[in-house]
C-alpha cells in the first residue's frame, strides 16, 4: 500500500469522524420541546384530519384570517376546474404505474401515487401495478397502453417481463423506465441499456429539467442506444396539497424529510435553539415514522417557516427541485430555502427566503420569527406560481403530449 494511498484513507477516515461527530452533536442539542410535543402535534392533526369537512369546507376557507388560505383555495378551485376530465376523447392512453410500498420508499409512492391520481383526475385512465402483485393478471385486466417503472433491480425484479413479452405481441404497449444516471447508480448503465434493448423497452423518462439532460454528456449513451426520454419534473398534487382553515401558526419550523447529511449542517442551530416539528424516515428524534399525505398539509398549516434543503447535485446542477419546494408552496407555507441552481427558472425572486450558506440560512430563519409577515408576503407569490405552472396536473397532460410525440 503506497503512502499516498494510505493518506487518502487517512482523509476519509477523519472525514468520517468529523461527519458522525456532527450527527451525534445534532441529536444532542435537539431541542427537548420539539421533542416532547412531536406525538401530541400528530396526534392533534389526526384529529383534525377526522373533522376535514370543516377545515376544507370552501366558505370557511374563503372567510378565513389567512390570506394564504384565502388565495390557496381559489386558485385550486379554478385548477380543478380546468383540469377535470381535460383530456378525455383526446387520447386513448392507458397508464399502468409501478408503485412501490410506502414503507420500501416514501419518495417512491408518493411521486408515482401522485402522477396516477393526476392523470385519472384529467381523464386518463390510470392504474397502479402493486408492488407484489401478478403482472400478467395486471395486464389481462386493465389492457395498458403504456407501463411506467423504474430503472432499478427492486423494481425490475418484481415485474414478470415474459408476461410483458407476451403482451407486447399481440396488442400496443410502450414500457418506459426512469433515465438513472451512472454517477447516481451502482450499477453500469451500458449493461443496462442493453437489458433494456433485450427486454424491448421503448422509452426513458426523467423528473430531471429538459435542458439539464440534454446539455449532460452522460445522457448520450441512452440516445446513442435509440431511446428517447420525456419529461415528468416533480410538482404539487393539490388533491392532497392545499391551504386549510382554522388553524394558528403555533409551530416555529416544520420539515417532514428523510434525514440527509445536508440537513445537519443547515439546521443545526435552527433545531437547537428553536422548537417545531421534524418528520420522516433516518431521524433518531422520530421513533414510528408512518408515511400519510393526507395528513401533511394539516401540519404544514400550523408552520410559520417550512424548512427546506436540497441534495448537492441539485446544488451543483440546474437538474431538479425537490418535491417539497412545491407541495409547501402550495399549501401556503413561508418557504426558507438553500439554492438549487433550477430554482431561479422555475421560481421568481419574490419567492422564497432564499439562503447561500448555513449562516445566512440560520439569520434568514432568525428574520422570519422576528417578522413573520415577511414569510407570508413572499409565500403567497410562491402559491401563484406553483398553481400556475407547476402541479401534477400540468405534468400528467406534459406527458400524455409528450407520448404523443414518441416515434
Not at 142 to 170: C, N
Request: with cysteine.
Amino acid at each position: 500500500m503506497t503512502l499516498n494511498h494510505l493518506l487518502q484513507l487517512a482523509k476519509k477516515r477523519k472525514v468520517k469522524l468529523q461527519r458522525s461527530f456532527e450527527k451525534h452533536q445534532f441529536d444532542w442539542r435537539f431541542n427537548s420541546t420539539s421533542l416532547q410535543q412531536h406525538d401530541l402535534i400528530l396526534a392533534q392533526v389526526e384529529s383534525a384530519l377526522r373533522n376535514k369537512l370543516i377545515h376544507e369546507d370552501i366558505e370557511n376557507c374563503f372567510n378565513s384570517n389567512d390570506p394564504l388560505v384565502q388565495q390557496g383555495t381559489r386558485l385550486r378551485i379554478d385548477l380543478e376546474a380546468l383540469f377535470k376530465n381535460c383530456m378525455t376523447g383526446l387520447s386513448d392512453e392507458r397508464i399502468m404505474i409501478q408503485i412501490p410500498e410506502a414503507r420500501f420508499s416514501p419518495a417512491g409512492f408518493s411521486l408515482f401515487s401522485n402522477l396516477m391520481e393526476s392523470l385519472n383526475y384529467i381523464g386518463i385512465p390510470a392504474r397502479a401495478l402493486g408492488w407484489e402483485e401478478d403482472t400478467q393478471i395486471a395486464l389481462d385486466q386493465f389492457k395498458p397502453t403504456v407501463l411506467l417503472s423504474s430503472d432499478h433491480d427492486e423494481y425490475l425484479r418484481r415485474i414478470d417481463w415474459g408476461a410483458i413479452t407476451r403482451y407486447k405481441a399481440s396488442k400496443h404497449l410502450r414500457v418506459g423506465l426512469s433515465a438513472a444516471l451512472e454517477e447516481y447508480e451502482s450499477s453500469p448503465l451500458l449493461p443496462r441499456l442493453a437489458w433494456a434493448k433485450k427486454y424491448q423497452i421503448d422509452f426513458y423518462y426523467s423528473y430531471r429539467d429538459k435542458d439539464y439532460v440534454k446539455s449532460r454528456k452522460e445522457y448520450q449513451p441512452f440516445f446513442d442506444a435509440g431511446f428517447n426520454i420525456i419529461f415528468i419534473p416533480f410538482g404539487a398534487n393539490i388533491l392532497h396539497y392545499f391551504p386549510v382553515a382554522e388553524f394558528e401558526r403555533d409551530l416555529n419550523y416544520v420539515l417532514m424529510a428523510s434525514r440527509k447529511r445536508e440537513h445537519i449542517t443547515y439546521l443545526k442551530n435552527i433545531t437547537s435553539e428553536y422548537s417545531g416539528f421534524l418528520d420522516g424516515p433516518g431521524w433518531k428524534q422520530v421513533k414510528n415514522f408512518q408515511f400519510n399525505r393526507e395528513r401533511d398539509r394539516y401540519i404544514y398549516a400550523r408552520a410559520k417557516v417550512g424548512l427546506n434543503v436540497h441534495l448537492p447535485e441539485q446544488i451543483d446542477w440546474a437538474c431538479e427541485l425537490n418535491e417539497r419546494t412545491y407541495q409547501l408552496a402550495a399549501c401556503g407555507v413561508p418557504q426558507l430555502i438553500d439554492h438549487p441552481m433550477l430554482l431561479d427558472k422555475m421560481f421568481g425572486s419574490k419567492s422564497f427566503f432564499i439562503a447561500e450558506s448555513p449562516a445566512q440560512y440560520f439569520e434568514l430563519f432568525k428574520e422570519l420569527m422576528h417578522d413573520p409577515q415577511l414569510g407570508v408576503e413572499k409565500a403567497l407569490y410562491a402559491q401563484k406560481e406553483v398553481f400556475a405552472s407547476h402541479t401534477t396536473f400540468h405534468r400528467a397532460k406534459s406527458l400524455i403530449d409528450q407520448l404523443k410525440l414518441l416515434t
